[in-house]
């Protein structure tokens, strides 16, 4: 009885040791190849270098192995490997494919999995880690990939658009060209012709492009759909891009204060630019208070608030013409609104939490930990006190 009591302490005595070193310690792999991706031959057959970090924190043992459509097709020089802590291990993995694989990029993963036994037959976490690789396989006949670029432009600037493409097919491409049409609230408002391409190659690259004066055409979102057609196929894109100018519009306000306090007084704006929009302040005047904010930065399209302090110790309770002003780039975006002041409300304090959630969970289960571990030892003593007392009698 006493033995197995023993046993039980030293295997709880060690789990609160795992526990307590598991709280400040980060378990990982990492995985890396020299070589990200590789183009497809019939019969391929190639040799590429891969490593594996241990960042456990211990010395681990991993499997290495292969997952993916063609993972059958890959073998290592090791399965089984011993990396010390903190240490690096290299790695040969060899693919040799058959005739022909499904075209487009072929993901493999290549990785290693954790597979240390556990201390003493307890329980051990399990990490794994796996680095995507690609095998590209071209097309039949003609084929090609594409993106389309619509950039935003100045009101009345000139847009310009462009359609990279590239050849993945296995026969040469007589020409590429055609057409940009751009809308705006559903409506078609313009077609453009893109330059044409002739004689593309496998796997060579090109870039179609043209130009739109955007001259009397409202501010805001605007469509842009591009159809490239290349020896009798098509292929359809879609982009979307703005006309802007320089306009930073007040879309919100604090409108609601407290008596006898320094309150926040938020003002939200939105920029109508295609650029950032460097060193915003807002001012605002409630009666003979006037307050400033700080100075922000604006990025392309984008909302943001800035912030003044306004004490309504010096204004009246009810309601207030407040005159908002922001300043930008030797602009001024104006905004007349309404504010109430409302009585004074009584201050709630409340004393900030310093222990996080997580925190407390931690120490509870330190506390249980702890508590159980004394308690075993003391019905150990209180046993073998027990088996001494018998022995004497």
Known sequence: MRFNEYKCLKKILLVSLIFFSLINSVYSIGVGSFVREIKFYPNLNENIEAFIINNVGSDIRVKIDARGG??????????YVDIPSGGKYFFIFNIKLPES????????????????????????????AYKAFWIEAPYPGKYIEASFTAKDVEKDGRAVFYVNVVSKGKEVIDKISGIIEISNQGNKIATLTLDHVVDIKPEESRTLETEWDSTGNLVGEYKAKAV?????????????????????????????????????FDIEIKSFWNTEIEDIYGEVEVGKEKIESLKTNLAPWSTTKITAYLDTSGLDLGEHTANIKVYYEGNV???????????????????????????????????????GNIFLVLHFLKNREKGEEVKKK
Not at 70 to 79: G, K, P, Q, S, W
Not at 111 to 128: E, F, H, L, N, Y
Not at 245 to 251: G, K, P, R, S
């Open 70 to 79: 063609l993972a059958e097709y890959v073998t290592f020089n090791d399965e």
């Open 101 to 128: 694989i499904p075209p487009g990029r072929n993901r493999l993963d290549i990785g290693a999995t954790d597979v240390t036994p556990a201390v003493g037959g307890g329980i051990r976490a399990v990490t794994s």
């Open 228 to 264: 490239v057609d290349y020896d009798n196929k098509q292929l359809t894109l879609d982009a979307n891009f703005r006309i802007g100018t320089l306009l930073i519009e007040v879309i919100n306000y604090t409108k609601e204060f407290y008596k006898d306090e320094i309150n926040k």
């Open 333 to 371: 975006a104006e905004e007349t609104g309404r504010i109430i002041i409302l009585p004074k409300r009584e201050k709630i304090i409340e004393m900030p939490s310093k222990i996080s959630s997580t925190t407390i969970l931690l120490i509870v289960i330190i506390v249980l930990l702890i508590t």
